[in-house]
T-cell receptor, first 114, second 117 residues
Framework: DSGVTQTPKHLITATGQRVTLRCSPR?????VYWYQQSLDQGLQFLIQ???????AKGNILERFSAQQFPDLHSELNLSSLELGDSALYFC?????????????FGPGTRLTVL | AQSVTQLGSHVSVSEGALVLLRCNYS??????LFWYVQYPNQGLQLLLK??????LVKGINGFEAEFKKSETSFHLTKPSAHMSDAAEYFC???????????????FGRGTSLIVHP
């Protein structure tokens, strides 16, 4: 158990809908990362937050947005969902959010868009 | 832009044999390098990382990796494979873009390690 929690574990929805994925980092970690894992694209970095502020942005679509709240939990919002958005979404956390930090991954949320 | 190439999407070894998983990277600045392992239906777990200290890095479960700057490689090895090592292994590089800014993590496509009895 990494100490990172993600909810829900599974999510099934329809095209055009909007969903919110939630992540709670390990106790003491200030940085949160979001990733998308699919067979087509592999593991893709989406976005990173540190202590409530966006720190780095990867291949995140404009239909996707995220935020980190004062209690350090984070939410990833996916809107206007398409079939291709079906994937595993991982959250990871680290202590300081620096390049050499170890990231601790949650168990993931499996999103299925029908 | 940085990139990671893992040679071989599948590697098959016998129990007790040497494990060698290959990773080559490209980066315009000295990067941090990582190996993660993913067991079925789980998140990734760090095996080891290189952060510009010793070039031979030892990790958990008997794995180690050597950073070779001249070859831009960070191959993962284990002297003797166990059945429990069967999993997906990811090499990752963390570096800022050439234009500067925050470190961006980039993962390879993964190598599935199959261990035969």
């Amino acid at each position: 158990d990494s100490g990172v929690t993600q909810t829900p574990k599974h999510l099934i929805t329809a095209t055009g809908q909007r969903v919110t994925l939630r992540c709670s980092p390990r106790s003491g970690d200030l940085s949160v990362y979001w990733y998308q894992q699919s067979l087509d694209q592999g593991l893709q970095f989406l976005i990173q937050y540190y202590n409530g502020e966006e720190r780095a942005k990867g291949n995140i679509l404009e239909r996707f947005s995220a935020q980190q709240f004062p209690d350090l939990h984070s939410e990833l919002n996916l809107s206007s969902l398409e079939l291709g958005d079906s994937a595993l979404y991982f959250c990871a956390s680290s202590v300081a959010g620096t390049g050499g930090d170890t990231q601790y991954f949650g168990p993931g949320t499996r999103l299925t868009v029908l | 832009a940085q990139s990671v190439t893992q040679l071989g999407s599948h590697v098959s070894v016998s129990e007790g044999a040497l494990v060698l998983l290959r990773c080559n990277y490209s980066s315009s600045v000295p990067p941090y390098l990582f190996w993660y392992v993913q067991y079925p239906n789980q998140g990734l777990q760090l095996l080891l990382k290189y952060t510009s200290a010793a070039t031979l890095v030892k990790g958990i479960n008997g794995f180690e990796a050597e950073f070779k700057k001249s070859e831009t490689s960070f191959h993962l090895t284990k002297p003797s494979a166990h059945m429990s090592d069967a999993a997906e292994y990811f090499c990752a590089v963390s570096a800022p873009p050439a234009s500067g800014g925050s470190y961006i993590p980039t993962f390879g496509r993964g190598t599935s390690l199959i261990v035969h009895p």
